[in-house]
């Protein structure tokens, strides 16, 4: 599979609680961050380009156009390597990684317990 691609969630995540949703709607393309001075990537969506994960609102995430508010800020992540994979540091927020939980993506403050660890890993595909 090409390395430009990272499946981010699942097809069940918050993003994409439709019944017609598709892998396709849960994987995302890592772009240079969209606030270039952090550097950082930023995942716009393959389904619906030009639309950006961003985090918002404490620890809530979804898809946002380039036009909101924020949106360079919210929406770049720091790559942190781990053991298992990658774990993805808001910008913005120090300490706060994307999680996945549930099926749902959300922001959370780092920890040191395996349950943070695991669930704070992503996988490129």
């Given at each position: ?21 598709s892998?396709?709607?849960?994987t ?77 993506v ?11 660890v695991n ?6 595909i």
């Open positions: 599979q090409d390395s430009d691609f990272m499946e981010f969630s699942r097809k069940d995540s918050v993003m994409y609680s439709q019944a017609n949703s892998e396709s709607d849960s995302f393309l890592a772009v240079a961050g969209k606030d270039c001075y952090q550097g950082g990537i930023s995942f716009e969506s393959t389904s619906v380009p030009g639309r950006f994960l961003r985090h918002w609102s404490g620890n809530k995430v979804s898809l946002h156009a380039t036009n909101t508010i924020n949106i360079d800020k919210d929406s770049t992540f720091i790559v942190k390597s781990s053991d298992s994979g990658v774990l993805l540091e808001a910008s913005n927020e120090p300490n706060s990684f994307l999680i996945e939980e549930n099926g749902r959300m922001l959370q403050q780092q920890s040191e317990a395996a349950e943070f669930k704070a890993t992503w996988m490129p």
